[in-house]
C-alpha cells in the first residue's frame, strides 16, 4: 500500500496554529486577533494551507488538522473505513438479524 504523497507535508509551526483555531471554528477576525496578526495575512496563510494540502475549504482544513493532530492508531483506522475485514470471508459472516414485530 504506497502512502498519499500528502502525508508527508508538514505544516509550519504557525500554519498549525491556525489549522488548530480554524478547527475550532473561529473566524479571520479572531484569528487574527488572537495571533496578534492582520486578517489579510490570515487569508494569506489560510490561502497557502489550501495550496498546500489541495483543499478547497476551511472545512477540510480543519479535517486535516484533525488527523494529523490524531493517534497513529486512529488514522490507520480511519484509512480502513470502507475496506472489509482481510480475515473474515463473506461466507463466514454471520447472517444479519432481521427484527420482526414480535421483537
Do not use: C, W
Amino acid at each position: 500500500m504506497s502512502r498519499d504523497p500528502q502525508d508527508s507535508i508538514t505544516p509550519t509551526p504557525r500554519e498549525r496554529e491556525l489549522m488548530m483555531l480554524i478547527a475550532r471554528g473561529m473566524q479571520n477576525k479572531n484569528i487574527a486577533y488572537e495571533l496578534k496578526i492582520s486578517e489579510n495575512t490570515v487569508r494569506a496563510h489560510i490561502g497557502n494551507i489550501m495550496r498546500k494540502y489541495r483543499l478547497s475549504n476551511r472545512t477540510q482544513i480543519a479535517i486535516v488538522f484533525t488527523l494529523h493532530a490524531a493517534p497513529s492508531s486512529l488514522r490507520r483506522d480511519l484509512a480502513r473505513v470502507g475496506h472489509p475485514p482481510t480475515a473474515t470471508k463473506p461466507s463466514q459472516a454471520p447472517a444479519p438479524r432481521v427484527q420482526t414485530a414480535t421483537d
